[in-house]
């Protein structure tokens, strides 16, 4: 009956109009951004880019994919969310499997994990541990400190705990080990939580920029999103590599644009399969009777 | 490490203690104070604002009868959750600078001077404060969001036959429904208390606005890490993790009694 009514019909009207612009201011940086990678210099510098290409060409990613420090960070970030993600959900899935039995010991063991949540020694002790720990400048010390991720494991905790037990009894009369059961029943039921805790180790993985600043001495070591770090926010040209004709040719800030575009292309792409899962995952982690 | 005097040429064992010498440093040293102070503002801020704009955004967006565009919408919204501050960091420094797109807009419409948002103390926090809104409140919506939808649709048929109109259906059905999960989230926000967002600060502050934007974890990066204060970083960062862990436990307490709470 309401939605009949007059002021209702405005409201209506006013709310999708906004919505959609602040949809809109979601998505337009990034549409700007593909214009900017896309235009001449002269455009750029004119300020006459807004959202579609000016003077359309490729060259910043040609330059960009020449670039052996980029094409180097990438390789790193690529086998870096691949390892991290590996290694983390294989981790996370048996130690959730565990934990989400009664045994004893089991509340004790949660808050130690919970208490690494909380609690972290900080800064410089972590810098020191990896250090020590002979990790500095290997791929290990940017997979291994956040492979256990305390949250993530409450999160697939929780949906080990939702399967019936009934399952688990029938396949022990079945003669199945917990190895079996592990992998034929409680990893494919619960896919909805594996994807979306999986999504966030990779985007994590993917995105972390700071741990490479702090554990890598080269810059060539760096992954894609370190690298993006010293050009974008300090604005190092030389980790562009462009020599003094390219610079005159060439717009810093759409090598920039193709840069980010490029680092940020792979979540892009992986995001619209995974959302659906991640909806549903978010909400049974979250909402709980 | 945080009693120490701490060279990393002598390690753990050899260094010198010097008791709590480092944490009353804390309270000496003027800059320290202002980034726990910043550090407050700017969570507390950030706190506050990160659970109403998406509470009421799920409620307008939940009035959306148009699957389609509801579902673009949301679609759109949660994009920038997953972008990494150093690619929002490298938009927002293009856009809002002195010749970025938002002053190109305000210099041509309304005729004012360009604006340096990341460079001026006073338009620093808001700038934070807003990015930081802009990045997560999509992520946040899908909560609520599933919160209305779960609710029972014969309390709206109630409320309507009693002749209620949308927006007393809101108020009186759709906001009590929420309100379990508002508290969990409130309770537990508070123990980011101190967690202004290190990733998004250190991408986009500058020396310019150390004063209003300096928080306790960039300092404590400059400090230990760029001026080799190991033992005195060591303390901020553990004043600062041990104030959080008695927040949370708190708040975990709150929640587990006034909704029942549990984490597992």
């Known amino acids: ?36 990678s896309f235009s001449s210099k002269t455009a750029i510098n004119g300020n006459l880019v807004s959202f579609w290409p000016v003077d359309l060409n490729v060259d910043a990613y040609v330059k960009t994919f020449n670039n052996s420090n980029f094409t180097g960070s990438m390789w790193i970030s690529v086998i870096r ?20 039995k009664d045994f004893r010991g089991r509340n004790a063991l949660m808050w130690i994990f919970i208490f690494t949540m909380l609690f972290s020694g900080g800064l410089i002790p972590s810098y020191i541990l990896v250090t020590k720990l002979g990790l500095k400048d290997t791929i290990w010390s940017l997979v291994l400190p956040g492979a256990f991720g305390a949250y993530n494991l409450i999160l697939i905790m929780n ?10 009894e029938a396949a022990f009369i079945d003669g199945a080990s917990f190895f079996v059961i592990f992998r034929k029943i409680y990893l494919p039921l619960s896919l909805p939580g594996l994807a979306t805790v999986g999504l966030f180790i990779m985007v994590g993985n993917w995105n972390a920029w700071f741990d490479g600043i ?47 575009f490029i680092s940020t292309l792979p979540i892009i792409l992986v995001y619209p399969f995974l959302q659906k899962y991640f909806v549903k995952g978010i909400v049974l982690g979250a909402v709980k009777e | 490490m945080a009693f120490q005097d701490y060279k ?14 480092n944490f009353a440093r804390i309270f000496q040293y003027k800059e320290a104070t202002q980034s726990i102070y910043n550090t407050l503002i700017i969570a507390v801020i950030k706190i506050i604002v990160g659970i109403i704009v998406p509470i009421f955004m799920a409620i307008l967006l939940s009035e959306i009868r148009n699957m389609g565009i509801k579902k673009s919408i949301q679609t759109l919204v949660y994009l920038p959750h997953f972008l990494s501050w150093v690619t929002v960091a490298g938009i927002m420094i293009d856009i809002l600078g002195l010749d970025g797109g938002i002053n190109h807009l305000l210099t041509n419409l309304l005729g004012i001077k360009p604006i340096y948002f990341l460079g001026d103390p006073t338009l ?61 989230i409130a309770t537990l926000s508070l123990g980011n208390i101190l967690d202004a967002g290190f990733d998004q600060i250190f991408n986009l502050y500058n020396p310019l606005v150390y004063s ?18 190991y033992g005195f970083g060591t303390a901020v960062g553990l004043f600062k ?13 709150i929640a587990y009694k006034v909704a029942n709470y549990k984490i597992f």
């Not at chain 1, 702090?214 to 993006?228: E, G, I, K, R, V």
């Not at chain 2, 990393?8 to 010498?21: E, F, V």
């Not at chain 2, 808001?126 to 209305?148: H, Q, R």
């Not at chain 2, 309390?155 to 379990?180: C, F, K, N």
């Open chain 2, 124 to 184: 620093f926090r808001p700038t934070i404060i807003i990015s930081d809104l802009w990045k997560n409140f999509g992520f946040g919506m899908i909560v609520y969001l599933a919160v209305i939808t779960g609710i029972d649709p014969s309390y709206y048929e109630a409320a309507e036959i009693d002749g209620a109109s949308r927006r007393q259906q809101i108020r009186h059905v759709t906001l009590p429904s929420m309100m379990p999960m508002i508290i969990v």
């Open chain 1, 81 to 100: 969310t691949i390892m991290g993600t590996f290694i983390s959900m294989f981790i996370i899935t048996t130690a959730g499997y565990a934990l989400s």
């Open chain 2, 212 to 229: 209003t934007g300096d928080i306790i974890d960039t300092y404590v990066y400059r400090s230990s890490l760029l001026n080799g204060q």
């Open chain 2, 241 to 253: 993790s041990g104030i959080s862990f008695i927040l949370i436990v708190i708040s975990y307490r």
């Open chain 1, 1 to 36: 009956m309401y939605y009949k009514s007059k002021g209702y019909r405005i409201f209506s009207i006013f709310n999708h109009i906004l919505l959609i612009l602040v949809a809109l201011s979601c998505l337009l940086p990034m549409l700007h951004l593909l214009a900017q």
């Open chain 1, 214 to 260: 702090l554990y890598m001495s080269n810059t060539t070591d760096y992954p894609l999103a370190s690298f993006l770090q010293t050009v974008v926010v300090q604005g190092s040209a030389q980790s562009m590599a462009l020599s003094q004709s390219e610079a005159a040719a060439l717009s810093e800030q759409s090598i920039k644009a193709a840069q980010i």
């Open chain 2, 8 to 21: 990393p040429w002598l390690g753990l064992t050899g260094s010198t203690w010097i008791g709590w010498d």
């Open chain 1, 159 to 168: 949906f080990f705990k939702t399967i019936p037990k009934a399952l688990e």
